[in-house]
């Protein structure tokens, strides 16, 4: 029988910083917690002798094994830190451990009681406190680095750490509210870089996910670029700025501009998963469909977070593109497994529907459904003709044509009924009515470009037809 390797010992200076847990007597509060983990490790991460675990891959860990020892030793780190968080009216407890791995020894240990006002400097003494005894006496410099405000206005950080907090559940509610967060944030502190770079990432992501209505879509774009703008002007040394400065700029489609811009932020993070992530989606079959430049970046944003079901779903969507429909199934059924919600269901019913899996496809689209999203008319109607039923796809094509809609996501579903339905001539014209160059479009049921839709498989058997090959020409993104 062959014998497993043993894991190598854990560097001297290695750290993991666990979820410190919210002892508040209210459970809102618990955005003070993730804020504590959070910035701890930012801020350890910027001391280049430490090596600090990525966060992700931290409560990823945390998830399964949520004993600290157990925890530690299967991110093979040779030191901890964990604790806990307890705000009750205008008072904050925070307790902090730092344990050697190996012996299961209390290094360290303290008690913090401040001003909830006070959040920052518990973090940055945390922090100190921590270098220290895992790596050393601090130079003048690391000292400063570690102490370091991003704000001089105590309240606009709280609300900066609630908009972190609530932006991770990606729901359009949520989004508001983090977004509500940081314009209060930046009125308190108008220099608050870090403030500006998430109000321009919160308005690419509602400019991405067409979740806008008062506005139109150009204004939610110039908004968000106006604050990358005024973020790197302030602080041009932060991931955070050049990470917002690149997601504005691939909905302009300035790829250069946006490659250039997320691998500045990178060299300033090299461990930011969700950083990886929106790189590695510029890549996908929104904006260029080139799995060979993306599969690399969403891997390696799933090497630093594992659970991150979005990734899945976008490396899901990557092999799509490149006609992998059993592999692209498979990766789609991970991300669902982290997590069912509508866009994966919506992309895995697709996949399904091109392996002629006729009923899977519309099972998806109920599940779905189900889970906010849809409606899914043109869809359901499509994936009916594999059940051999075309009855619907052709009355809503009718209905269709006697209603002409130029808008690209009803355009781009009259292509592919028709094309369901061996209409190849109509899906060509359809498809050539939508608009030219490398325009980045966004609706609620269209986002990206019309290169990116034209790489999806279900247009497979119309490539051979030079007015198709014409059309690929003329929308062909340029990213160099």
């Known amino acids: 029988m062959a014998r497993v390797a043993a894991a190598p010992p854990p560097a001297p200076t290695s750290v993991a910083v666990l979820p410190f847990q919210n002892r508040s007597p209210d459970s809102t509060d618990a955005y003070l917690a993730e804020g504590m983990t959070e910035e701890v490790g930012n801020r350890l991460t910027q001391l280049g002798r430490l090596q600090v675990k990525a966060r992700g891959l931290v ?12 925890a530690a030793r299967r991110l093979n780190v ?3 830190v964990h604790g806990s968080v307890r705000h009750a009216g205008s008072q904050l407890l925070v307790n902090v451990e730092l344990v050697r791995t190996s012996t299961g020894e209390e290094i360290w240990a303290s008690r913090f009681p401040r ?17 220290v005894v895992v790596g050393g006496r601090l130079s003048p410099v690391e000292r400063a680095t570690l102490a370091r405000r991003p704000t001089r206005s105590n ?10 907090s609530v932006f991770k559940r990606r729901t359009e509610q949520d989004a508001t509210q983090a977004l509500e967060a940081y314009s209060n944030a930046v009125r308190l502190d108008s220099g608050f870089a870090a403030a500006w770079a998430r109000i321009s990432l919160m308005h690419t992501a509602r400019f991405s ?35 917002a400065q690149g997601a504005w700029l691939v909905h302009l489609v300035d790829y250069a501009g946006a490659r250039s811009s997320y691998e500045r932020a990178l060299r300033l993070d090299s461990l930011n998963a969700e950083l990886y992530h929106w790189f590695g989606t510029m890549y996908g079959t929104s904006s260029l469909a080139d799995p060979q430049a993306g599969e690399p970046l969403l891997r390696r944003a799933l090497s630093l977070d594992p659970d991150l079901r979005n990734t899945w779903r976008h490396l899901g969507t990557l092999a799509r593109s490149a006609g992998q429909l059993p592999e692209a199934e498979a990766r789609l059924d991970t991300a669902l497994a982290l997590g069912p919600w509508a866009p994966a269901f919506e992309s895995r019913a697709g996949v399904r529907f091109l392996r002629g899996n006729g009923v899977g496809a519309l099972a998806d689209l109920a599940q779905a459904e189900q889970a906010g999203g849809g409606p899914y008319e043109a869809a359901r109607a499509l994936y009916t003709i594999a059940l051999g039923d ?10 269709r044509r006697a209603r002409p809609d130029t808008a690209p996501a009803a355009l781009q579903w ?19 009515r939508l608009p030219r160059g490398q325009r980045y479009l966004s609706t609620r049921e269209f986002t990206g470009t019309v290169w990116g839709l034209l790489q999806d498989p279900i247009f497979g058997p119309l490539r051979p037809d030079p007015r198709f090959a ?5 929308v062909r993104p340029h990213p160099q």
């Open 59 to 70: 409560e990823a860990q945390w998830r399964r094994t949520p004993d600290p020892f157990d």
């Open 78 to 80: 040779a030191w901890f």
């Open 115 to 131: 001003r909830d006002a006070d959040v920052f400097a518990v973090q940055a003494e945390v922090a100190e406190s921590v270098a």
């Open 155 to 164: 309240e606009a950080y709280r609300l900066y750490l609630y908009g972190n």
């Open 209 to 243: 996910w067409g979740w806008y209505r008062e506005i139109p879509a150009d204004s939610v774009l110039s908004l968000a670029g106006a604050a990358a703008r005024r973020a790197l002007a302030l602080d041009s040394l932060s991931a955070d700025t050049w990470f």
């Open 390 to 399: 075309s009855a619907p796809a052709r009355a809503l094509l009718e209905r």
């Open 414 to 432: 009259v292509a592919r009924l028709s094309l369901g339905l061996g209409l190849r001539a109509e899906a060509l014209e359809a498809l050539e």
């Open 470 to 474: 014409r059309l690929l020409e003329e």
